[in-house]
């Protein structure tokens, strides 16, 4: 009875109610921004985990040293 979730008559049912939710003209910009997401979520997992501090990190000492318009002043 159960043999599979993603069976083809439940995958066009799914489709034919997105398409009444969103439209037609919707959709190609929905699916637009969800692959854009998952792109960066798959980004995000090989990221190392660090990073963000290092960022964080070379910031502070950006805004720690004088810029050149300040030295020309």
Do not use: N
């Not at 599979?4 to 969103?22: N, T």
């Not at 037609?24 to 190392?48: N, V």
């Amino acid at each position: 009875m159960f043999e599979g979730i993603f069976q083809p008559l439940h995958l066009i049912i799914v489709l034919a109610i997105v398409l009444l939710l969103f439209g037609p003209k919707k959709l190609p910009e929905l699916s637009k921004g969800l692959g854009q997401a998952i792109r960066g979520f798959k980004r995000a997992l090989h990221e190392e985990p660090d990073s963000g501090e290092k960022k964080s990190a070379e910031k502070e000492t950006e805004a720690a040293t004088p810029s050149k318009r300040e030295d020309a002043l």
